[in-house]
């Protein structure tokens, strides 16, 4: 008979990474979600290799405590929930305790914080098997810097799924898109191998978010676009933003961008509710082009379906559908009068 063993904290992190840190764009995703968590308005990522070698983000945000370095890396540790009541309606993007964790048990890992109004940063690194934080002074603005190298090295069963750098690239920077369309009121800077290929500054009118979308999405969506904006008083449902115009379809759906309280989604009940909203105004096979926000009480959605956290469970999943689809449909039948359904791009 085999004897049962505890898994060591390492091994064990490994394996949690195996639900989250798939490739490079994961793990930006997740260093994305806490640099916005932390309240930065500026964020910045700098990669190598399609971030395979390196990834580097920094922030400007609230940063972490010395006595708390080596907690960030710890598995199960964060300062965004307490209790099981605070998931019931939690306002952060992350709240599981675990990237961090995860990421650091499969990557070369510096974590470097300094709180504004402290003197000092200090500075935490990681090297996969290592998970003994060693903590030292080092120079940093106020927020966070988190530096990455070698994702992977450790675990050649992973890193053997890894694409191209371009591909894995093309992964990367759609997730910094979607955040970059999430979060209108933070700035962005994405370079990859040296070259600056998004710079967003914060944008707080309606003509810099517009610029915003079309420096991401192609401003020939915003050119075709309608917007939305409504609100529904007996339900507290709010849904805003870009709908684009039936001439605008789509040969697949890969402009298609859905915030739920400021989380990308995907969602059934969603995009049946979308296409349902689009179904007399566009041919077989074309997909329509959005950019939607959805905004609710956050008690009446559990965020927590799924470790990556991309999908979510409605409360009132019938509520929902009904409103989103009464109000795109709106939209759209409002614009037509002048809108020929021809030309389809
Ligand atoms: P979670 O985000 O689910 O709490 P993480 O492993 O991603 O778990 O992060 C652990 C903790 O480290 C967070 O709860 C937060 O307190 C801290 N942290 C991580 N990144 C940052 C950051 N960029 N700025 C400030 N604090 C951070
Ligand atoms: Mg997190």
New binding site residues.
């Given amino acids: 008979m085999k004897r049962i063993n505890l898994l060591s904290p390492r091994l064990a992190n490994q394996i949690a990474a195996g639900e989250v840190v798939e490739r490079p764009a994961s793990v930006v995703k997740?260093l994305l979600?806490?640099?916005i968590?932390?309240g930065a308005n500026k964020v910045d990522l700098e990669i190598d290799q399609g971030g395979v070698k390196l990834i580097r983000i920094r922030?400007n945000?609230?940063?972490?405590t010395k006595e708390?370095l080596p907690l960030?890396l710890s598995r199960h540790?964060?300062?965004?929930i307490i209790e099981l009541e605070d998931l019931e309606a939690v306002a952060t993007l992350?709240?599981?305790?675990?990237?961090?964790?995860s990421i650091s048990s499969v990557s070369r890992l510096t974590l470097t914080?300094r709180q504004p109004g402290n003197e000092s940063a200090w500075q935490v690194q990681t090297e996969g098997r290592e998970m003994d934080a060693v903590i030292a002074p080092a120079a940093h603005p106020e927020g966070?810097s988190?530096e990455v190298r070698d994702l992977f090295f450790n675990t050649p069963a992973r890193r053997k799924f890894l694409k191209t750098e371009k591909t894995e690239f093309k992964h990367l920077d759609e997730v910094v898109k979607r955040q970059a369309l999430g979060r209108f009121d933070v700035a962005f800077q994405l370079r990859h191998n040296g070259k600056v290929i998004h710079q967003l500054r914060q944008a707080d009118s309606e003509i810099e978010r517009e610029r915003r979308i079309a420096s991401v999405c192609g401003s020939a969506f915003v050119d075709n676009a309608m917007k939305v904006d409504m609100e529904a008083s007996a339900s507290g449902l709010r849904l805003w933003g870009w709908i684009g115009m039936p001439t605008f379809s789509r040969s697949q759906a890969d402009l298609q961008y859905f915030f739920v309280n400021g989380r990308i989604i995907r969602d059934k009940v969603v995009s049946h509710a979308v296409r349902q909203a689009y179904q007399d105004v566009l041919y077989h096979g074309r997909h329509p082009a959005y950019v939607l926000y959805l905004e609710l009480d956050p008690a009446l959605v559990d965020v927590n379906v799924h470790p990556t956290k991309h999908e979510v469970r409605f409360r009132e999943s019938r509520l929902v559908h009904d409103f989103l689809f009464r109000t795109i449909h709106r939209v759209i039948a409002d614009a037509r009068p002048d809108e020929q359904v021809t030309a389809q791009t």
């Avoid at 945000?61 to 972490?64: L, P």
């Fill in positions: 997740e979600e806490n640099s968590d932390s922030d945000g609230g940063g972490i708390d960030a540790a964060t300062s965004k992350g709240f599981r305790g675990e990237a961090l964790a914080s966070t988190v």
